[in-house]
């Protein structure tokens, strides 16, 4: 998997998608303190330990690193930067019961947007299992011989490791 650049300056958000989400009772927001807990343990019990991990640094910043997806009190779907290294949005992710209703896609530009108002200008999506989802929402390019990345060096933990 490649590594992909987004230029945030230039980034486009949907806003009337989001709009509509939210006349749907979709929000988008960032998770309140007494969520985080709540929140890291979800991904966990959905995705990965790393990706547990990357969201418990992400969403103990202040302010939080990331949004989420939330309608009438359930758990759409995340979205993070700055976990693994600064710059570096991800991990993201939406339920399996939610996907293909756009919320990856708003999720991805809202994220991008908090970080381009925190003062970034580009961001880098490390890791991409979807380089046309992208390219095609934020404008992404791949970046030349960025495999395997910054996870090149990581720990091969397996369940059994403890």
Known sequence: MTDMLVKLYALAVDWPAVMAHQQQGIHYRQPLGSEVDWIIQWVGDRFSAGWRSEVAIALSQRPPRGLIAVQEGELLGFACYDA???????????????????????????????????GYAYAVIGWVSSEAF?????????????????????LKISPSSS
Do not use: H
Request: hydrophobic share 45%; glycine share 12%; aromatic share 8%.
């Open 84 to 118: 693994a290294a600064l710059g570096l949005f991800g991990p993201m992710a939406v339920a399996e019961p939610y996907r293909g209703r756009g919320i990856g896609r708003l999720l991805l530009q809202l994220t991008l947007d908090q970080m381009r108002t925190a």
């Open 134 to 154: 992208y390219a095609k929402n934020v404008g992404a390019i791949p970046i030349p011989n960025s495999r395997p990345g910054l996870w090149q060096t990581a």
